[in-house]
C-alpha cells in the first residue's frame, strides 16, 4: 500500500516557539493532503485541507494563521504551528491522498506527538 | 453536520471469540463509509468500505454492510486474534460536502487475549 511519513515523531518545545511537522507521501503523488488533530481518547478532528499549489481551506475554529500549512509539492505538506502555547499540545495526524474523489483511499501518517512546555 | 457514533472501549475478547463494533451515523447527503484500524505506534489504515446501501465491505475476515435503514455500519469478525489488538475508527465522507473529507468516530480499542 501507499506510505506516507511523518516528521519528527515527537517534539518538545518551549511556550512562544514555532515547531513545523512535515508530511510526505513516500511512493505517489498526493494531490490532496489533510491535517488531523487527536485529542486522548477522543476522534480525529480535520483541521485542514491542503491542494497542492493552492492555499489550504481550514475547518470552522482553526485560527489559520497560527497553524500555517504548505502543500508546496505533490509529496509533501508541513504543518507550523506559531508561536505554540501548552494547549496545543496533542497529536497531529497527517493523511495524503492521490485525489478529492469521494471514495478515494486517504492514507495516514503515524503521526507527530507535540508537546509544549 | 455529520457525525459517527462508535461504542465505547476498551472491548476485551478472548481469541477466536466473535467480535461486533457498533457504528452509526448522521449525514445530510449519501455518505461513503470506512473501518481504519490503527495498530500500536502505527498510522490509520484503511481497513474495509462501502460505498452505498447494502454494500459490503469486508478484508482479513472483517465485515461491515452499510444499512441505510438504521444509518448503521457496524463491524464484525467471526474469530478474533490476538493480532487484531487495535484500535478501530468509523468513519463517513459526504458527497455532499464534495471532495472526501472524512469525519471520524470516537475509535474503539479491542484488546484480544489469549
Known amino acids: 500500500g501507499a506510505v506516507v511519513s511523518q516528521h519528527p515523531s515527537r517534539v518538545i518545545c518551549k511556550s512562544g516557539t514555532s515547531v513545523k511537522i512535515e508530511c510526505r507521501s513516500l511512493?505517489?503523488?498526493?494531490?490532496?493532503m489533510f491535517w488531523y488533530r487527536q485529542f486522548p481518547k477522543q476522534s480525529l478532528m480535520l483541521m485542514a485541507t491542503?491542494?497542492?499549489?493552492?492555499?489550504?481551506?481550514?475547518e470552522q475554529g482553526v485560527e489559520k494563521d497560527k497553524f500555517l500549512i504548505n502543500h508546496a509539492s505533490l509529496t509533501l505538506s508541513t504543518l507550523t504551528v506559531t508561536s505554540a502555547h501548552p494547549e496545543d499540545s496533542s497529536f497531529y495526524i497527517c493523511?495524503?491522498?492521490?485525489?478529492?474523489?469521494?471514495?478515494?483511499?486517504?492514507?495516514f501518517g503515524p503521526g507527530t506527538r507535540l508537546t509544549v512546555l | 453536520g455529520d457525525s459517527v457514533t462508535q461504542m465505547e472501549g476498551p472491548v476485551t475478547l478472548s481469541e477466536e471469540a466473535f467480535l461486533t463494533i457498533n457504528c452509526t451515523y448522521t449525514?445530510?447527503?449519501?455518505?461513503?463509509l470506512f473501518w481504519y484500524v490503527q495498530y500500536p505506534g502505527e498510522g490509520l489504515q484503511l481497513l474495509l468500505k462501502a460505498t452505498k446501501a447494502d454494500d459490503k465491505g469486508s478484508n482479513k475476515g472483517f465485515e461491515a454492510t452499510y444499512r441505510k435503514e438504521t444509518t448503521s455500519f457496524h463491524l464484525e469478525k467471526g474469530s478474533v486474534q490476538v493480532s487484531d489488538s487495535a484500535v478501530y475508527f468509523c468513519a463517513l465522507s459526504d458527497r455532499s460536502g464534495g471532495g472526501n473529507k472524512l469525519t471520524f468516530g470516537t475509535g474503539t480499542q479491542l484488546k484480544v487475549e489469549l
Open positions: 511512493d505517489f503523488q498526493a494531490t490532496t
Open positions: 491542503s491542494n497542492e499549489g493552492s492555499k489550504a481551506t481550514y
Open positions: 449525514a445530510t447527503g449519501y455518505p461513503s
Open positions: 493523511s495524503a491522498s492521490r485525489s478529492t474523489i469521494i471514495t478515494d483511499t486517504q492514507y
